[in-house]
């Protein structure tokens, strides 16, 4: 079906793109989309190169993690993933990655604050901390949720991140905004305090961020 064949394409160029931004090393990280009209989605294979990747290889799984079609198994990470779409009905994307300085602040028990505008905006504020689960298990799955919230994006303690979106292009964008507000405030702490971002302008970009995900 060409719907299904667009989306397994999507998935795949969007796997390519977190290689290419850093925000993965080889196989590391992972990606997902609700396939709409159908009760499935489409995720990223388990340890393939992103770069040998064909759109085939992209396998989809229905809501109880039955492969539906694919030559390849699921992410390890797809009772995470299953999760995630089982409690966030308003998110249709999901990108695992490992990027550096989200990784940074997850390895120190931190939150990052909302040091940027755009991390209350896109992301809905200040990123909270998933406790420690080893991959691929249940339990990862359980505490993600549980710290992810209402929000777009969620720090692994040292794991990682995930980013949500309405599709796989916001989802990149809340894993780079993270990666960004990581890095700018790993810097900033080297100079003392790091300042926030003022409540009053939290406020009303927490509005916009309301209005953001409802589309
Ligand atoms: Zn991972």
């Known amino acids: ?101 989200a990784c940074a602040i997850a390895a120190t028990g931190n939150r990052v604050p909302p040091v940027v505008d755009e991390l209350m905006v896109y992301v809905g504020g200040e990123i909270e901390l998933a406790e420690y689960a080893i991959p691929g298990t249940q339990q990862l799955a359980v505490n993600t949720v549980k710290a992810l919230g209402e929000k777009n994006a969620v720090l692994l303690a040292n794991h990682g991140m995930i980013g949500v979106g309405k599709d796989l292009k916001s989802a990149l964008l809340s894993c780079e905004i993270v990666e960004k507000a990581s890095m700018i405030t790993v810097y900033a702490s080297l100079f003392g305090k790091v300042n926030t971002v003022p409540s009053y302008a939290l406020k009303v970009e927490r509005k916009w961020f309301e209005k953001l995900k409802g589309g």
Do not use: Q
């Not at 925000?23 to 997902?32: H, I, P, R």
């Not at 294979?45 to 992209?58: E, H, W």
């Open 1 to 101: 079906m060409e719907i299904i064949k667009k989306i397994k394409e999507d998935v795949r160029l969007i796997s390519l793109e977190i290689l290419k931004r850093g925000l993965v090393l080889g196989t590391m990280g992972n990606c997902s989309t609700r396939v709409s009209g159908h009760s499935m989605i489409a995720i990223t294979p388990r340890s393939m190169d992103y770069n040998l990747l064909s759109d085939d290889d992209i396998v989809l799984v229905d809501y109880t993690g039955k492969v539906i079609e694919g030559g390849l198994e699921p992410s390890i990470e797809l009772p995470m993933h299953l999760e995630i779409y089982r409690i966030r009905k308003d998110i249709s994307a999901i990108i695992h990655t490992h990027s550096v300085f």
